[in-house]
């Protein structure tokens, strides 16, 4: 049987002569309807999946922080500041939300309710703003703060590294700057080999070697090379470079193959700048993900009241 879209059946009501007049277009737009609300949801729910789980793991990550041997009580010692204290928190309590907020959409998705639906790309909307104005500002204060937590490096490393070593806080301090001079393969703050505020901090701005008593140390064992002569690298030699003479130094000057140079700032710098790409892209794919869930749930949420859902 061919159903003409122009055509017309006329049915006689019970209440006299009323006409319903049925469109064989109808068959086709609720079709074409059931179809669409069908990518729409398959849609949201499988973004907002994807935005649970970086949620979840965004959370997971903050956790980790937390409880790590080296968590942000000791970073914030080195750092001289409680930003990555803070950015723990914050990576969880954000986590946490987005995660919630996600399952919202999954369940106003298939419920097909108007007000979860609109709840969630409200609350969504409101996380991806939040989000981007946190990414600008961290970018336009991103010098000033390399700047501040440099110095708080530094005034660390030279009023408690190796100091006291009865107080707690100075011998964390202490075991986490050796940490970090033996993963990363740096010696003291910022700088290279001729630079004041590298190896030279310790010998010669450092509480740890104006007050050092026995030991002839001119630099930390954990500035050292474990595959190189301990003694050619921390303690006086014949060698006319670091650490024996100070900088800075005349080019062309020789450095110490048996210790490390470089300040340990500038090897976190590298290591995120190394690692850049990957962040970004991680980044961008956040925010794309969230972009399009809050797009499928309003347009699902428009597509329900198209349908005369009241709920």
Known sequence: MVCRLQSWVRVA????????????????????????????????????????LA?????????????????????????GNELYHIAAYVAIAGGAAIAIISLCGCVGATKESKIILALYSVLMTIVFIVLLTTAVLIFLFLGQTSHQTRESMKTVLVE????????????????????LQTQLKCCGVSGDANSTDSWAIYKTKSEWYRTRESSDLLVPKSCCNPNGDV??????????GPPNADPPYSAPYRKNPHMYHTGCYDEIVHYIQGHALMIGGIAIAAIVVMLFGVIFGVCLCRSIRSRGYRY
Not at 71 to 78: M, T
Not at 160 to 179: A, L, S
Request: overall charge negative; hydrophobic content about 35%; proline content about 2%.
């Open 13 to 52: 009501t019970n209440t006299g002569g009323c006409i319903q007049h049925c469109d064989c277009n109808c068959t086709f737009r609720q079709m074409t309807m059931s179809g669409s609300m069908s990518f729409l949801k398959t849609g949201s729910l499988i973004f907002n999946l994807l935005v649970f």
């Open 55 to 79: 949620g979840a793991a965004c959370t997971a990550l903050g956790v980790y922080i937390l409880v790590s041997d080296y968590g942000p009580r000791e970073l914030s010692g080195v750092l």
């Open 160 to 179: 408690k590294y190796g100091v006291d070593q009865e107080n707690p806080e100075n011998r964390v301090v202490t075991e986490m700057w050796d940490f």
């Open 231 to 240: 003694t050619m690298c921390s303690r006086a030699s014949s060698f006319d």
